[in-house]
């Protein structure tokens, strides 16, 4: 990562991600970031290393859609929410980048690269992170209410978003349905494990207890923002 990026990150997680995302989405920061006290919790589950990374391309694959909904405003001369979509490519920033895809490039990559085993798709998956940062660079840069003003600016902005797009979607498939699995083969019963809970206190650290939890109920609300919240309005009328 470098300096800026960095910079970036630390200053976002710490206060300018929460401040900005709770105006976008009408929620307030205490609400979004303190811990629900239910009068019983329920017994914690473990979430191993696979399920913990697929759960976290829902959440990708859903930043996705708001992009394509984007795209399809910006196309239709529509009016598109500059803090939602801002918010939307921060949260790709701050939880995909510099925490999901970091944990790839820490722990993944160089496993399966030592030991030969799909170094091809490694090669591959590690140059659309770096390519995937400078997207969302382009992105953020663009998605403001004064660059949204300007035609030139919403057709650069639709194809980083198109470009993002086509690159992720099939970017996360290949590893739930390739890399992913392949786990099994380079980690023993234990390693895995440990692995897991690796994971879950990186998770911690940086966003606190139910991290993964805050990012679902945070992307939910900037769904609606676009409009695309319900479900039932992507199920196709189909006669007879």
């Given at each position: 990562?470098?300096?800026?990026?960095?910079?970036?990150?630390?200053?976002?997680?710490?206060?300018?991600?929460?401040?900005?995302?709770?105006?976008?989405?009408g929620m307030p920061v205490a609400a979004w970031a303190a811990e629900e006290?239910?009068?019983?919790?329920?017994?914690?589950?473990?979430?191993?290393?696979?399920?913990?990374?697929?759960?976290?391309?829902?959440?990708?694959?859903?930043?996705?859609?708001?992009?394509?909904?984007?795209?399809?405003?910006?196309?239709?001369?529509?009016?598109?929410?500059?803090?939602?979509?801002?918010?939307?490519?921060?949260?790709?920033?701050?939880?995909?980048?510099?925490?999901?895809?970091?944990?790839?490039?820490?722990?993944?990559?160089?496993?399966?690269?030592?030991?030969?085993?799909?170094?091809?798709?490694?090669?591959?998956?590690?140059?659309?992170?770096?390519?995937?940062?400078?997207?969302?660079?382009?992105?953020?840069?663009?998605?403001?209410?004064?660059?949204?003003?300007?035609?030139?600016?919403?057709?650069?902005?639709?194809?980083?978003?198109?470009?993002?797009?086509?690159?992720?979607?099939?970017?996360?498939?290949?590893?739930?349905?390739?890399?992913?699995?392949?786990?099994?083969?380079?980690?023993?019963?234990?390693?895995?494990?440990?692995?897991?809970?690796?994971?879950?206190?990186?998770?911690?650290?940086?966003?606190?207890?139910?991290?993964?939890?805050?990012?679902?109920?945070?992307?939910?609300?900037?769904?609606?923002?676009?409009?695309?919240?319900?479900?039932?309005?992507?199920?196709?009328?189909?006669?007879?």
């Amino acid at each position: 990562m470098d300096s800026v990026g960095a910079s970036r990150r630390e200053f976002i997680l710490k206060t300018g991600l929460l401040a900005a995302l709770s105006a976008t989405v009408g929620m307030p920061v205490a609400a979004w970031a303190a811990e629900e006290t239910p009068k019983a919790k329920a017994p914690e589950i473990e979430v191993l290393p696979a399920e913990d990374l697929m759960r976290e391309h829902g959440v990708l694959r859903r930043v996705l859609l708001i992009y394509g909904e984007a795209v399809r405003r910006i196309e239709a001369r529509e009016e598109v929410p500059p803090d939602g979509l801002t918010a939307a490519a921060w949260m790709i920033r701050s939880f995909v980048e510099d925490y999901h895809e970091k944990l790839e490039e820490e722990y993944l990559f160089p496993r399966f690269c030592k030991a030969e085993v799909l170094t091809d798709l490694v090669e591959v998956l590690s140059r659309q992170h770096k390519a995937g940062r400078r997207v969302t660079g382009l992105v953020l840069e663009l998605a403001t209410p004064g660059a949204l003003k300007d035609a030139g600016n919403r057709r650069r902005l639709a194809d980083a978003l198109r470009m993002f797009i086509r690159m992720y979607a099939p970017h996360a498939a290949r590893e739930d349905t390739v890399l992913f699995p392949a786990m099994h083969r380079l980690w023993t019963p234990g390693e895995y494990r440990e692995m897991g809970e690796v994971f879950e206190k990186r998770e911690r650290e940086l966003f606190g207890e139910d991290g993964f939890e805050k990012w679902v109920a945070q992307v939910a609300e900037i769904e609606k923002q676009f409009g695309i919240y319900e479900l039932a309005q992507f199920t196709p009328e189909i006669a007879g």
